[in-house]
């Protein structure tokens, strides 16, 4: 009976390697960056998909901050859309009346598919947050736990200066 679980064992390994392997399930090299930013300031901490599990953040100002995580590429977190032009059909009822020589006023009603051209208006968007904290004022640094999936890469941002936020995540 043994001998057969030692069998079975030895070919589990492999399997489950691979599986994890091929589903993209490996253990990233922790690494914990600290950004100590100016207000407002957006700064690009990773480029690339991670996963961030633990947020340590402080501050050294009175009022707190705010600071927020957002899934992009870079630093803008303003996207601007052109105008474009678009159409729309939809089924309407089309009635027609006329007015015969003799007088006599005829209507008919036809189901007919009617096509108009729409114009979107140039529009600016804010990329969404994956998440956002409130930082009191000056005291001990506040722990928060996370489980964020960052497909481009991490940028943060905050609100006053005096931010310390210290991130730990994983990548593949």
């Not at 140039?122 to 489980?147: C, E, K, M, R, S």
Request: no cysteine; proline share 5%.
């Amino acid at each position: 009976m043994k001998k057969k679980n030692k069998k079975i064992k030895s070919y589990l390994f492999p399997i489950m390697a691979f599986l994890m392997l091929s589903f993209g399930i490996t253990q990233g090299a922790v690494v914990t960056g600290t950004y100590v930013g100016a207000p407002t300031t957006n700064a690009l901490v990773r480029t690339g998909y991670a996963i961030v599990s633990t947020v340590v953040l402080s501050t050294t100002n009175a009022l707190g901050s705010m600071v927020h995580f957002i899934d992009n590429t870079n630093t803008t977190t303003v996207i601007t859309n052109a105008a474009f032009t678009n159409r729309i059909v939809y089924t309407s009822n089309l009635v027609n009346n006329y007015v015969t020589t003799t007088g006599v006023t005829n209507f008919f009603t036809n189901r007919v598919q009617i096509s108009q051209v729409v114009v979107a208006p140039a529009a600016t968007n804010n990329l969404p947050h994956v998440a956002v904290y409130f930082v009191p004022g000056p005291n001990l640094p506040q722990i928060y736990t996370l489980d964020a999936i960052f497909a481009k890469g991490i940028v943060i941002s905050n609100s006053t200066p005096g931010v310390t936020i210290a991130a730990t995540y994983r990548g593949p």
